[in-house]
């Protein structure tokens, strides 16, 4: 594989990033935080992606927001790169969510193929484990050679570079090997032990078993000797099962008892609120006639009994004074008063003397007419006189002293007049009397009203149109007054049997009761009340009744089994239960039967390792000993001339010129040690992509710590290495930017200054 082209529009630092990469070297030089660890990252995230599976990792997740972009953008990017059968591919990532969107553009056919490799969740599409037939583990191990890993591996001496390597060609990773493996697996097998090893795992396990066994057989003949008390025991347990049966039985009949009573209590109660509720709606209709007088209701009755009958006696009175009134004309009262005036105080001596006078002989005129003026004059005298009185002159009887001296003709006018004034008295006398009649009707009528709307306007129901519609009203208000008391009563009622049926609860607290019972009576499954089958249910007290006898004998039952059971405990009490015991005995069998599987499950697995790490290291330490040995001779010009790998421990040796020896793990320097580990890290890289295809090489300033001279010989090297796999060094030192400018141009090795692509601000 070859790397052709990456664009990240986002990633960490880096942002609108976009360069074109040579088929054979390629230095990314740049200063610290420019971006080249990043771009690193970034390569393999669009190759791997960030998660391995479908279930995201803590720190997966954390590595995926660890390289969200700083500047807040997008957070994308592609690479496109080359197989060597010269299929082309380009693969885009957005990786802006969790779920990462992800295609694989077939570059001949512009389709996207990464469906064919089967799509998981997180942009999990594992082409480049089919394309390079590797793991991220395994190309990360292969294709990445950081400054740091060589620091670790020169600093501790030439063992740690063969353990390393070991540890990489063993399992693909750094922390691991075949070896440490095998250690373990060894110090597994020595903790368990053989049979004759008394102290190791399986002895011990084996000794236990034994002493649990002894153990059992001598609680079997403890509990052998207790046979006929655990007989008995049996039968009292049997007699408790069995009243345990007709306890639950009880116990369901009750509980259905109670839901049946506390349901009929709860219609009641509802039943009673409902008229409690009518009975305080009707209350609250009439509650302003509440304070009404009703007391006062008889006398009203009577008064208006009263008024009303004075009423028909006014009106009769009316109608026999208007009758009487209508008989007598106008002319004829006028006349009466006149007549009353002038001749209705005349007394019977008068009127006898007028008649004498009347009708006696008759004088001469000379005679009648003095008489007749003497007569008039005292008669006008007299009138006068009563007049200025203002006061009429009782008729009373005189003698015949007061004999009027009149003419004949005055006389009998007079006579005359007198008995009109007779004729006319009777009729004016009945109308007098009938006034006087009306008159007191009018004023018992007045004295009944003004008492009648006297208690009206105290009760509040006057109406200023009429007495009758306000008797009317205080009627009314008197029956709603009625209505009110008996609503109240009612309501007193009502709420009266509610306390009773309540009983100092509250209704929740019935319904949360009723509940109660209606779940344990689902959780007693009636048809599991064998015991209660046939049973005539009663009320909830003989039920309750029932329960506790049936209580009170089951508790006796047990105390007795309980007895029972304290004399075989201090029997046994020198033993452990047995259950205690066959669990432990279980235990340890277990456990022997494990040890024995683990032990032989340990030693094949050992061995297997041991012939899998053998043939691995016996294929591999040939090409890298012929690697090595080529690259370090070129790289230190003949310094060191010939090295070899040991295929069992995978250790250098080197001939040193100075004795013409060849010594494992030679006293080297360190930059000796870093060029050593790099080119076998090369070695093994080559070695492992052999098979597949081969993979780039990214290496991360690994030669902060080789010498000016055998720098660009190692440079000279790596190109030469570039025409067989693509070589991506990240740098920050002068000296291989210098190296590379001294080269001249070439096109398959280019040089990307990352100081001049990233933004100001990221620099």
């Known amino acids: 594989m070859r790397l052709r082209r990456i664009d990240l529009a986002g990633f960490g630092c880096l942002h609108d990033f976009s360069t074109d990469l040579g088929p054979g070297l390629n230095v990314f030089h740049g200063l610290n935080e420019a971006g080249k660890s990043t771009l690193q990252q970034g390569i393999a995230a669009l190759l791997y992606g960030f998660y391995d599976g479908d279930r995201a990792r803590q720190e997966e997740s954390a590595r995926h927001e660890r390289f969200r972009p700083w500047d807040g953008g997008v957070y994308r990017g592609s690479l496109e790169y080359e197989m060597d059968d010269g299929r082309d591919f380009e693969v885009r990532r957005d990786f802006t969510t969790a779920d990462v969107p992800t295609q694989l553009i077939d570059l001949f056919s512009g389709q996207d193929i990464a469906s064919s490799f089967g799509r998981s969740r997180h942009g999990n599409v594992p082409f480049a484990r089919r394309h390079l037939g590797m793991s991220r583990t395994v190309f990360q191990s292969c294709a990445f050679i950081s400054q740091g890993e060589i620091f670790h591996v020169a600093e501790n001496g030439p063992k740690e570079i063969a353990d390393a390597i070991a540890a990489l060609a063993d399992t693909a990773g750094r922390d691991v090997s075949a070896t440490k493996a095998i250690e373990r697996l060894k110090t597994a097998l020595s903790r368990i032990g053989s049979d004759r090893a008394r102290t190791a795992e399986l002895p011990k396990a084996r000794e236990a078993l034994a002493a649990v066994t002894k153990e059992l057989e001598a609680i079997d003949d403890a509990r052998g000797s207790l046979s006929g008390r655990a007989a008995e025991l049996d039968g009292l347990q049997e007699q408790l099962t069995m009243l345990n049966e007709r306890v639950e039985s009880t116990e369901y009949e009750l509980i259905r008892a109670r839901i049946v009573e506390l349901s009929g209590r709860l219609e009641a109660i509802e039943s009673a609120r409902e008229s409690l509720a009518k009975a305080n709606e009707a209350k609250r209709a009439g509650e302003r006639y509440a304070n009404f007088p009703v007391d006062q209701r008889d006398e009203v009755m009577s008064l208006y009994g009263r008024w009303e009958r004075a009423q028909e006696s006014?009106?009769?009175?009316?109608?026999?004074?208007?009758?009487?009134?209508?008989?007598?004309a106008s002319a004829e009262r006028t006349e009466f008063e006149v007549l009353r005036t002038s001749v209705g105080g005349l007394s019977g001596g008068q009127i006898a003397s007028l008649e004498q006078i009347a009708y006696a002989r008759e004088d001469s005129w000379l005679v009648r007419s003095f008489r007749s003026v003497t007569g008039l004059i005292a008669f006008a005298a007299k009138y006068v006189v009563?007049?200025?009185?203002?006061?009429?002159?009782?008729?009373?009887?005189?003698?015949?002293?007061?004999?009027?001296?009149?003419?004949?003709?005055?006389?009998?006018?007079?006579?005359?007049?007198?008995?009109?004034?007779?004729?006319?008295?009777?009729?004016?006398?009945?109308?007098?009397?009938?006034?006087?009649?009306?008159?007191?009707?009018?004023?018992?009528?007045?004295?009944?009203?003004?008492?009648?709307?006297?208690?009206?306007?105290?009760?509040?129901?006057?109406?200023?149109?009429?007495?009758?519609?306000?008797?009317?009203e205080f009627v009314s208000a008197c029956r709603q007054r009625e209505n009110y008391e008996r609503a109240a009563t009612a309501a007193a009622e009502m709420k009266g049997r509610c306390d009773l049926l309540l009983r100092d609860r509250t209704l929740e607290e019935i319904e949360s009761e009723l509940q109660g019972y209606e779940r344990r009576a689902a959780d007693k499954s009636e048809g599991d009340m064998t015991a209660g089958r046939g049973r005539k249910r009663g009320s909830s007290r003989d039920l309750a009744r029932e329960l506790d006898r049936l209580r009170e004998q089951r508790?006796?039952?047990?105390?007795?089994?309980?007895?029972?059971?304290?004399?075989?405990r201090l029997t046994m009490a020198q033993h452990r239960s047995r259950a205690e015991v066959e669990e432990e005995a279980s235990y340890w069998q277990s456990r022997v039967v494990a040890l024995d599987r683990a032990r032989e499950a340990l030693?094949?697995?050992?061995?297997?390792?041991?012939?899998?790490?053998?043939?691995?290291?016996?294929?591999?330490?040939?090409?890298?000993?012929?690697?090595?040995?080529?690259?370090?001779?070129?790289?230190?010009?003949?310094?060191?001339?010939?090295?070899?790998?040991?295929?069992?421990?995978?250790?250098?040796?080197?001939?040193?010129?100075?004795?013409?020896?060849?010594?494992?793990?030679?006293?080297?320097?360190?930059?000796?040690?870093?060029?050593?580990?790099?080119?076998?890290?090369?070695?093994?890289?080559?070695?492992?992509?052999?098979?597949?295809?081969?993979?780039?090489?990214?290496?991360?300033?690994p030669f902060v710590d080789v010498d000016s001279e055998r720098l660009p010989r190692m440079l000279d090297y790596l190109a030469e290495l570039s025409n067989r796999i693509q070589v991506l060094i990240f740098t920050k030192d002068q000296a291989i930017l210098d190296w590379f400018d001294s080269r001249g141009h070439d096109d398959r090795h280019r040089l990307h200054r990352l100081s001049s692509l990233l933004p100001a601000a990221t620099l």
Request: charged share 25%; hydrophobic share 45%.
């Open 314 to 328: 006014v009106v009769a009175t009316r109608i026999a004074f208007t009758e009487t009134q209508e008989a007598i």
């Open 603 to 701: 030693r094949i697995a050992a061995q297997t390792i041991e012939e899998a790490m053998v043939s691995v290291y016996r294929d591999f330490a040939p090409a890298v000993t012929t690697f090595l040995s080529d690259g370090i001779e070129r790289v230190t010009a003949g310094r060191y001339t010939r090295a070899h790998v040991d295929p069992a421990t995978l250790s250098i040796s080197l001939l040193l010129p100075e004795t013409g020896q060849v010594i494992t793990d030679p006293p080297v320097s360190h930059g000796t040690r870093t060029l050593a580990y790099v080119l076998m890290r090369i070695g093994l890289a080559q070695h492992m992509s052999a098979v597949g295809e081969p993979v780039p090489l990214i290496l991360d300033d």
């Open 386 to 472: 009563r007049l200025v009185l203002r006061k009429s002159v009782p008729p009373r009887e005189k003698d015949d002293a007061d004999a009027l001296n009149v003419s004949r003709d005055d006389a009998l006018s007079l006579i005359e007049r007198h008995r009109r004034y007779l004729g006319l008295a009777p009729v004016i006398e009945r109308l007098a009397e009938a006034q006087v009649r009306l008159d007191a009707e009018d004023a018992a009528l007045a004295a009944v009203a003004n008492r009648l709307v006297a208690l009206f306007e105290a009760a509040g129901v006057h109406s200023e149109a009429d007495i009758v519609v306000s008797f009317d």
């Open 555 to 568: 508790t006796n039952l047990e105390l007795k089994a309980e007895r029972l059971r304290e004399e075989v």
